[in-house]
């Protein structure tokens, strides 16, 4: 069977939608995350240098696996045997040759397939450019045009270039700009090497080209790794000495896998190239490194990929956030759990300083939410960062402040605002490192009764924060003073009442001190303020005080 009637079908439905762009993303959809979309660049070994065998690799489209054109070709054109015409920046299942017409298999034909075979309910993109014979330098959007005018003048001279308008950082960009769009840029294979020393300007410029593109596409290294291959070590070879250089990549990278030469067999021909079983093992072995690095979570709520055109499976967005209390208005007194900042999203309930949660826990936007050896804490908090939440106080009154909080350097530190007013003292940590979590004064709070915003920033870098808490330490009005004020004459005296700390309570009048103690004693409120330990001193006269304890 040359082609599959399934295939047919899917190039029938694809020539019925010419013209239409397949990136006409709804502006209220979202990529599909179980589409996961690797850029393959590099040179000749990736390009592709394998011997196709149609019956094998053109036949049929391969399972959940599909190309995204880095140039245009007829059918005619391309090595082997197949039908497909492709046309650049449109998808279509990743048939070989995939980098120019004129090439052969590549690892990264068989990296896809293993990967997809590797996770079901994902489908595989691949974004493929690579040129035979090329330095580092032409895949570096600052060097590309000097190379091509200088050293690498022959290459295009030859046209393969041309493929990729002579630009091929341009070209990577231009096509992860559209897939990403649709799908998840997921991560990187690389395998070049032979036309360069790879020693540490080679390294310094093969990740230039990789944070290019990071950078470009407002992507997190953490989040994207970056695979390369070894060059051919067996047999007559020209370029093993240079594997060494290749490994110490990874001192470059956050995340990087190597892919292994050893055992693969070249073609015979010359001592540059791998032999087509290379080609598919070498593509295997960059699928088992990838596998290493990245998250494999499926999404079982996604659509499935549409392979024709993907666009037609991006996931509707959620409605935005209102913005508002994460569960609910927090009660003050009491304690406000740093990550329950607001709902509403980034620079309206928090800013954030770095891309992604570091930690992991609880929440999916950038606040750093950790789980240390104790509960969940808010932490790499850098100077400039905030966060909101929505408070309920209880009542008038003045609110000791405490904070639970850890740090290594003694200065971290953050400031409280209510209502954008700043309340309280600076919080720092006592540098007893991040395991060891101490309460921290953070001075005192006169708050009205009823909702506000609070607003938690941060001063000095490098504060792990668990909770903030506010405790009452007295009440405007005075609690229950009103309730005591009974009929008086010009006889009466003032009196103050106090708490065990020394907190005065409130004022009132009573016809001596016997009177004064029993209207303390009935008063409800009042023994319920001070927990029924009272100091009761008439007022002017300091040696007349009264302790009255009450056992109920």
Known sequence: MKMGENFKKMMAVAG??????????????????????????????????????????????????????????????RSGKTNQ????????????????????????????????????????GIIPVAIGAVSIRAFDKDQYEAYFRGDGKDIMNWGWPKDYDNNPPGR????????????VIKGFIFHQGESDGTDANWRKTVYKTYKDVIDALDLDE????????????????????????????????????LASSKGLQGNGKDPYHFGRAGVIELGKRYCSEMLKLI??????????????????????????EEYGPYTEAIAIPGKVQAENYNKGGAEKAYHDESKG??????????????QPNMGITV?????????????????????????????????????????????????????????????????????????H????EITNDWIDIDYVEFKEVSSQPPIGIKNIRLVTTEAESNFSVFDMQGIKLGSFKAKGMDEAMNLVKTNAKLRKQAKGVFFIRKNGEKTLTKKVVIHE
């Open 16 to 77: 019925a939608a010419a013209g239409l762009s397949l990136f006409a993303v709804s502006a209220n959809a979202a990529p599909n995350p179980n589409f996961h979309i690797y850029i393959a660049y590099g040179q000749s070994n990736m390009a592709g240098n394998g011997d196709i065998v149609p019956s094998e690799d053109q036949a049929n489209p391969p399972k959940n696996f599909i190309m995204l054109a880095s140039h245009n070709a007829n059918a005619s054109q």
């Open 85 to 124: 015409s492709i046309k650049t920046g449109e998808w279509y299942p990743a048939i070989p040759p995939m980098f120019h017409p004129f090439e052969n298999l590549s690892p990264a034909d068989y990296f896809g397939r293993a990967m997809a075979d590797s996770l079901p309910g994902v489908t595989v």
């Open 172 to 183: 990577i960009l231009e096509l992860a700009k559209k897939a990403k769009e649709v799908g």
């Open 222 to 257: 953490n989040e994207v790794p970056f695979v390369a291959g070894e060059l051919l070590q067996e047999g007559q070879n020209c370029c093993s000495s240079k594997n060494g250089g290749i490994a110490q990549l990874k001192q470059n990278f956050k995340k990087f896998g």
């Open 295 to 320: 998250d494999k979570t499926i999404d079982p709520d996604a659509p499935p990929v549409n392979l024709v055109d993907p666009s037609q499976s991006t996931v509707p967005d959620e409605p935005p």
């Open 357 to 370: 949660n570091e930690g992991g826990k609880l929440r999916k936007d950038d606040v750093d939410i950790y």
């Open 379 to 451: 932490g790499h908090c850098q100077k400039g960062e905030w966060l909101k939440y929505t408070v309920n106080v209880e009542a008038d009154g003045d609110y000791g402040i405490v904070a639970n909080v850890a740090g290594d350097n003694g200065t971290g530190s953050f400031v409280l605002y209510v209502d954008d007013k700043k309340v309280g003292t600076e919080i720092a940590n006592e540098g007893k490192g991040f395991d060891n979590f101490t309460t921290v004064s953070g001075g005192k709070a006169t708050l009205t009764k009823g909702e």
């Open 453 to 456: 915003e609070l607003k938690l």
